[in-house]
């Protein structure tokens, strides 16, 4: 059974940064996919960042490419570094896992098994 435990959020102003950490049990990303998604009031939860099983391929959704980098802290742990923090990066930030999957699936909340509780981020302007 794979637990996850998110770290890190809190409050910061736009462009501030925020790093958020993912500690694992039960699995590592090397032998998970594992990914970061969000949810904002309101909306639905949205893919920001998927790393595949290995953690050799990453992939950032286009509203935080080139803001926010995974990092390989420990095997267990995965953090997601987030730089120029807009308003619009408000919201319950969660991580997620899965033993097997494709890129395809795993852009999709719907494509994991395992969760986190999440951690808020709020960036004020």
């Known amino acids: 059974q794979v637990q996850l435990v998110e770290s890190g959020g809190g409050s910061v102003q736009a462009g501030g940064s925020l790093r958020l950490s993912c500690a694992a049990s039960?699995?590592?990303?090397?032998?998970?996919?594992m990914g970061w998604f969000r949810q904002a009031p309101g909306k639905e939860r949205e893919g920001v960042a998927v790393?595949?099983?290995?953690?050799?391929?990453e992939y950032y959704a286009n509203s935080v490419k080139g803001r926010f980098t995974f990092s390989r802290d420990k095997a267990n742990i995965l953090s997601l570094q987030m730089n120029s923090l807009e308003p619009e990066d408000t919201a319950m930030y969660y991580c997620?896992?899965?033993?097997?999957?494709?890129?395809?699936?795993?852009?999709?909340?719907?494509?994991?098994?395992?969760w986190g509780q999440g951690t808020q981020v709020t960036v004020s302007s």
């Open positions: 039960g699995g590592t990303y090397r032998t998970m996919w």
């Open positions: 790393l595949s099983i290995g953690g050799n391929n």
């Open positions: 997620a896992a899965v033993y097997s999957g494709t890129l395809g699936l795993q852009l999709k909340a719907a494509g994991w098994k395992y």
